[in-house]
């Protein structure tokens, strides 16, 4: 879970001025996908305010971002104030970037971030039919249990330990690279 290149693109954390990629991802979102990703249908005001709102939720948002665009995310959204012993992860992948492993490897990340904030327990509500998502969940080794038709797949990570600390600090450092090589590409392209 480790590697930075994966098909083509990079898979690392967002930055809070990078808000504009994730809402464009979000909105890029085929209808079907929106309404699994919100458990409901969303119109683009929904998506705009949500995606703006992401910095100051102090969310983490994990990206693939392939040639400057973002095509996946997953985030790790606190519950309160500060991150406690449950929070809510969520994903997305643009219907032409699925079923290549990216959702899966963004569920690795996610895990680790939550476990190195010692969150005990992982939400994921997603609707009974996202036969994917429970998919990569086990892969997770998740339990699920279901609610009222609804699916709350529950991941109990365990606690911190220096080789996962240093695993998403090596990450974040990756990331950061890569992040500033994209943007000298962009530069580059543009002048
Ligand atoms: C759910 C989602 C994030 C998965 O992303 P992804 O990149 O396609 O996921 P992956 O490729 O890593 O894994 C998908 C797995 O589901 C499997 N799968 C595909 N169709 C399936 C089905 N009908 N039933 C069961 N499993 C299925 C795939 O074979 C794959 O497993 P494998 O790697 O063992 O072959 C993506 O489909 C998506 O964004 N959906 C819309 C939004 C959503 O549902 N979000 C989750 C709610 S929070």
């Known amino acids: 879970m480790?590697?930075?290149?994966?098909?083509?693109?990079?898979?690392?954390?967002?930055?809070?001025?990078?808000?504009?990629?994730?809402?464009d991802h979000l909105l890029r979102l085929d209808k079907d996908s929106r309404r699994m990703r919100f458990a409901h249908g969303v119109s683009d005001s929904f998506i705009e305010d949500?995606?703006?709102?992401?910095?100051?939720?102090?969310?983490?948002?994990?990206?693939?971002?392939?040639?400057?665009?973002?095509?996946?995310?997953?985030?790790?959204?606190?519950?309160?104030?500060?991150?406690?012993?449950?929070?809510?992860a969520a994903f997305s992948v643009e219907v032409a970037y699925q079923e290549h492993g990216v959702g899966t490897e963004l569920m690795g990340r996610v895990i680790r971030a939550a476990r190195n904030r010692s969150v005990?327990?992982?939400?994921?509500?997603?609707?009974?039919?996202?036969a994917k998502m429970q998919t990569i969940a086990r892969k997770h080794e998740a339990a699920l249990r279901f609610e009222f038709g609804d699916v709350v797949g529950?991941?109990?990570?365990?606690?911190?330990?220096?080789?996962?600390?240093?695993?998403?600090?090596?990450?974040?450092?990756?990331?950061?690279?890569?992040?500033v090589l994209d943007l000298q590409t962009r530069v580059a392209k543009a002048a």
Request: net charge negative; with cysteine; proline share 3%.
């Open 2 to 23: 480790s590697e930075h290149r994966t098909w083509g693109g990079t898979i690392r954390k967002l930055w809070p001025k990078e808000t504009t990629k994730f809402r």
């Open 120 to 130: 005990q327990q992982l939400y994921m509500s997603c609707l009974a039919e996202n």
């Open 154 to 179: 529950e991941i109990v990570p365990q606690g911190p330990n220096y080789f996962s600390i240093m695993a998403e600090a090596m990450d974040d450092r990756a990331g950061y690279l890569m992040a």
């Open 50 to 88: 949500y995606a703006a709102r992401m910095g100051d939720m102090g969310s983490i948002v994990y990206a693939y971002v392939l040639d400057g665009e973002v095509r996946g995310a997953a985030e790790l959204k606190k519950l309160g104030d500060t991150w406690g012993k449950e929070a809510e």
